[in-house]
């Protein structure tokens, strides 16, 4: 069965077994990008999700961006309820912060930061594995706290700022290695709204290096094949608002520049919703959505879909590769990104997207063949892990170094 048949639904009457089978057939001869899947959501978490390599079960949420989740975490997809508030949270209290930001003060913020000296959660920045990044905010100035899951163990506060921000204005992401942090925050030594990226150290909690990129709405994502070294960034060069850069860390060094990322546009603001790289750093991959307010309007129950476009990039000189394009029944500015970003599977060779067709707002899942890069080493590595599960690929007699590169983690973690 090949991939116009599951264009037209086929699929749908499939079970798991026969998805795993026919996703392990498939995956020899299609060719890169190929439509390889298709099925309802319902049927994704009752079983075609893990038959086709994917973790992720949960690929819409209902919560609302910088009040429910945050840009990269998800209270649906990370388990994170709104607890029960008892006499800790005021009235006022619960009215300013999220049900993100009460579960990690209740559960993860020390007593005595929390009470005595008055921090307080705002949001999640970023996380990678167990390690945490908050945005906290003490006395109307801004701070960032790290937190340890595995440990559960509150690791210290860095970045003292001198005023506090919005959540809106925040981006971060914690490099490969967990070493560094990239945090994006308005600069406060001009006045015209621009921005600054910082760079810390994690482990010393000090600031490493900080550069102000010529564009507001300059993003970046860091290459997981690098230790912290190298990072992806859009709109980085003077006079490029509408380029693609791969970038050293701290020299800040351009690398490479793919100087015309989207064909349609000269500017990627608004457009551009986020940048991120392939489990193996590969492929890069920069989401770009209609722009403007899309939710239901409540009077007329009109409810228009936007447009998602994937533009795709080779990791290492940042030039166009592919495009795909979808429709789905969500708003860019309000919704919970997975409603509309794609997610990867355990082996990292096939990409899930949740999207709706024209005539109907049933969410489907469609799943892509990727392009295979790389030596020998890694096509052994997407086959192993077609083969096992993450939970087999742990109990494996394998050398701890040989577990962590199927794992997709740094050789030096």
């Not at 079960?57 to 609302?64: D, E, H, R």
């Not at 990072?231 to 509408?242: I, R, V």
Request: charged share 20%; hydrophobic share 35%; net charge positive.
């Amino acid at each position: 069965m090949g991939a116009e048949e599951s264009r037209a639904g086929n699929y749908g009457l499939m079970g798991a077994n026969s998805v795993n089978r026919n996703m392990n057939k498939q995956i020899q001869r299609a060719r890169p990008w190929s439509l390889l899947h298709q099925c309802s959501v319902d049927q994704w978490k009752a079983g075609h999700a893990e038959a086709a390599g994917f973790q992720e079960t949960i690929m819409s949420c209902s919560g609302v961006v910088f009040k429910d989740c945050s840009v990269t975490f998800c209270t649906s997809r990370q388990g994170i309820i709104n607890i029960k508030s008892g006499p800790i949270f005021s009235f006022r209290r619960k009215s300013k912060f999220t049900k993100m930001a009460e579960h990690f003060e209740y559960n993860h913020i020390p007593a005595h930061l929390s009470s005595i000296q008055n921090f307080h959660v705002k949001s999640v920045l970023c996380y990678k594995g167990n390690t945490v990044i908050l945005h906290l905010v003490r006395n109307l100035m801004t701070q960032f706290g790290i937190i340890d899951l595995h440990q559960n163990k509150f690791l210290g506060i860095f970045g003292h700022q001198t005023v506090e921000f919005v959540n809106e204005a925040l981006r971060g992401e914690i490099s490969p290695d967990g070493a560094m942090v990239m945090i994006k925050i308005p600069s406060l030594k001009t006045g015209n709204n621009a921005f600054v990226f910082q760079l810390y150290d994690l482990d010393t909690k000090q600031l490493v290096s900080e550069i102000s990129p010529p564009y507001n709405h300059s993003i970046f994502a860091f290459d997981p094949k690098s230790c912290s070294s190298r990072l992806a960034m859009t709109s980085f060069k003077e006079g490029h608002d509408n380029s693609l850069c791969l970038v050293r860390a701290a020299s800040w060094d351009i690398l490479a520049i793919n100087s015309r990322v989207d064909d349609l546009r000269t500017s990627l603001h608004p457009n551009l919703k986020d940048l991120k790289y392939s489990l193996e750093g590969n492929i890069l991959f920069a989401v770009m959505v209609t722009s403007g307010c899309h939710c239901r309007e409540k009077r007329t129950r009109r409810f228009q879909p936007i447009d998602v476009s994937i533009y795709i990039f080779d990791g290492e000189n940042a030039q166009t590769l592919h495009c795909i394009q979808y429709h789905r029944y969500a708003c860019g500015v309000h919704s919970c990104p997975i409603n509309y970003m794609p997610t990867f599977s355990y082996c990292g060779s096939r990409m899930a997207i949740v999207l709706n067709d024209m005539e109907t707002s049933t969410d489907h899942i469609q799943i892509y063949k990727l392009p295979i890069y790389g030596n020998l080493q890694n096509r052994c590595r997407i086959r192993i892990l077609q083969q096992f599960s993450p939970e087999i690929i742990e109990r494996l007699p394998l050398p701890a170094r040989l577990i962590n590169y199927l794992r997709f983690q740094p050789e030096y973690v």
